[in-house]
């Protein structure tokens, strides 16, 4: 999804994802909303990391 639409559009996915997720289980304890939102942010920098490197390594070709 990332390489067919950037790590901003994944980015705004993601934080979908999260809300749908909360919303769905508002029975969820604090402690389950805490390890998913972890979850997500990890995810996130590792995007952003593999887009960033991506992104390096092509610029790197094209000069």
Known sequence: ????A???EARL???E?????????EAASPE???KAEE???????RNDQRY????????GHAA
Do not use: I, P
């Open 1 to 4: 999804m990332a390489a067919a």
């Open 52 to 59: 960033a490197a991506r992104e390096s390594h092509e610029a």
């Open 17 to 25: 994802v999260m809300q749908r997720w909360q919303r769905d289980s």
């Open 32 to 34: 389950q909303v805490r």
């Open 13 to 15: 996915s993601l934080a």
């Open 39 to 45: 979850w997500v942010t990890a995810l996130t920098v």
């Open 6 to 8: 950037g790590a901003g």
